[in-house]
């Protein structure tokens, strides 16, 4: 089969909702005080370090394993990031709406708190049918999620085999597209969301190998934030599983 050369998903870079839910929870509320839409969270300044840390690792690398095709999840702080990692990158760019991230329905801007204290049957539904498989109300289930970025991976396999391809995205779709690129079974994938941490603006790589099969090269790895100074982060924010 057709496969990319080089495959990368980096997570955005701290958004102002990240912080604003990393408070919420540390204090105990049960509402995440944002005022936009998920779509509409920016990046925070350290987000905006971060994203710059990313393009200074890009064009550091050679020519020739830059990437060449880049696509974008529509949210603004995957799309600020990529604005910021991409400068200087000669790829071709766009947004889809595939890598958006989970929609969490009747749960959005609850912390654990509050899913428990203003929706206990569906704390016990999701405790029940699993992470993977749990729809909240007017929401989307990770295997929802899995479905679009199968049609995603399709069509970049499709239509740029040899490409260098890198993602920007959210920390749901780091773990399922590992998932799906791996062939990664749902308790194994259940106990790497766990046990794992996808940064703002990590990096997780596969490479073709010579069976021709993309395999894992990196998995979160922060390292480019440490050397160029931005403060690498771990909230989870308007990306977090509320229960």
Request: charged letters at 30%; glycine letters at 8%; hydrophobic letters at 40%.
């Amino acid at each position: 089969m057709d496969e990319l050369s080089w495959l990368a998903v980096v997570r955005h870079g701290e958004s102002t909702g990240n912080v604003a839910a990393a408070r919420a929870e540390q204090s105990g509320e049960e509402v995440i005080d944002i005022p936009e839409r998920d779509a509409d969270v920016p990046l925070s300044p350290t987000g905006r370090e971060q994203a710059a840390a990313v393009n200074q690792w890009l064009t550091g690398l050679p020519a020739d394993e830059r990437p060449t095709v880049a696509v974008i999840s529509p949210y603004l702080r995957a799309r600020q990031t990529a604005e910021h990692a991409l400068d200087a990158i000669d790829a071709r760019t766009w947004v889809d709406e595939r890598l958006r991230d989970r929609e969490l329905g009747v749960l959005d801007l609850l912390t654990g708190k509050g899913v428990r204290a203003r929706h206990p049957e569906e704390a016990e539904r999701r405790a029940r049918l699993g992470k993977f498989y749990y729809r909240p109300p007017g929401g989307e289930s990770w295997a929802d999620v899995t479905l679009r970025l199968r049609s995603l991976l399709g069509d970049l396999r499709r239509d740029h085999a040899g490409d260098r391809v890198i993602l920007f995205a959210h920390e749901a779709i780091v773990y399922l597209l590992r998932y799906l690129i791996e062939e990664i079974a749902e308790p194994d994938l259940v106990k790497l969301a766990r046990d794992g941490e996808v940064g703002n603006c990590s990096i997780t790589s596969w490479v073709t190998g010579d069976d021709g099969r993309l395999a894992l090269a990196d998995f979160a790895v922060v390292h480019h934030l440490h050397r160029e100074g931005a403060t690498p982060t771990s909230e989870e924010g308007v990306d977090a599983e509320p229960v």
